[in-house]
């Protein structure tokens, strides 16, 4: 049997809990170092990429260090009347958060997910233009009147709701409606709790980090999966080839989706005992900036 197909299988068939991945050694270990290197102990050049221009590359000490240098050029290309007029346009993490802000509001309300439609999708559709994955299938499920966003994101709710707070079971085979991918990740980081995006930039920036804990040589339960790039170099977020792709497969990124939201909010506890100012959103940008390039380091 191919030794690819054999890791992939092995890991199919891996199913977790909150409790059973939180207490394991191995994962109770990586938690302890990637909180140990918000502070101190990285060594990592770090990509900025300003449009029409080649990448700046800055050598990175810290997480806290990669979350200073933060750098993500979006344009929102739409108009809704109540959209703030100075946020069309930006690059820096607080330009960013006005924007998810704006669409939080519109995706949910003190009674859960928004029941009007059109805000709704208009939120949808701008979490998708702003993260730069307003592609054809993303772009169906925002603006197609016929699909119903509301029953997918209630869903969302209730499984997240299930695997957080009730220690339910999950593994990458779960069987659900709703989609899970590098655009949708997005809108699930503003209606779910703890609940982070997973991309291919944080993705590969985290199974970097996980490498290089244990010398490659990678503990099954943080196996997880990589969701593949769009329009990038495969190589330069390729980082062991135990880290298997998502395949564009919904239970596969979901699975590792929850794996990294609570990893990192585990990471996050440690690192507010000694700043309890950093948020999960902060720890989450740093590894989006970290997983522009980690053939450089």
């Known amino acids: ?25 191995d994962v109770k270990e990586f938690v302890n170092f990637l909180a140990e290197k918000w502070d101190e102990g990285l060594k990592f050049n770090v990509g900025i990429k300003k449009r029409g221009s080649k990448a700046v590359y800055i050598p990175i000490v810290s997480l806290k260090d990669m979350l200073d240098n933060y750098y993500w050029e979006y344009s929102i290309n739409t108009s809704p009347k109540d959209f703030p007029k100075d946020s069309y346009k930006g690059s820096t993490l607080n330009e960013s958060e006005a924007v998810l802000s704006y669409c939080k509001n519109k995706l949910i309300n003190n009674k859960g997910i928004n029941t009007n439609e059109d805000e709704l999708r208009v939120g949808t559709e701008i979490v998708f233009r702003w993260g730069g994955v307003f592609t054809k299938g993303n772009k169906i499920k925002a603006t197609d009147k016929n699909y119903d966003l509301q029953k997918d994101y209630k869903e969302v709710i209730q499984k997240w709701n299930n695997i957080y707070s009730k220690n339910a079971d999950f593994s990458s085979r779960d069987k659900f409606d709703f989609t899970s991918n590098a655009g949708f990740t997005k809108v699930y980081s503003l209606i779910l709790p703890d609940f982070i995006i997973y991309d291919s930039r944080v993705s590969v920036a985290l199974a970097y980090l996980i490498n290089l804990c244990f010398n490659g040589i990678i503990p099954e339960i943080l196996n997880i999966y990589i969701p593949a790039p769009r329009g990038v170099n495969t190589e330069r977020r390729t980082v062991n080839s135990s880290f298997l792709p998502t395949n564009q497969n919904n239970s596969r990124h979901f699975y590792s989706n929850v794996i990294a939201s609570l990893l990192l909010s585990e990471s996050l506890k440690l690192i507010s005992d000694k700043d309890n100012t950093v948020k999960l959103r902060d720890l989450e940008a740093s590894l989006f900036m970290m997983g522009y390039d980690v053939s450089r380091s």
């Not at 068939?13 to 394991?24: A, R, T």
């Open 1 to 25: 049997m191919n030794s690819t197909k054999e890791k992939s299988i092995k890991k199919d068939k891996l199913i977790l809990n909150k409790v059973k991945l939180l207490e394991d050694n």
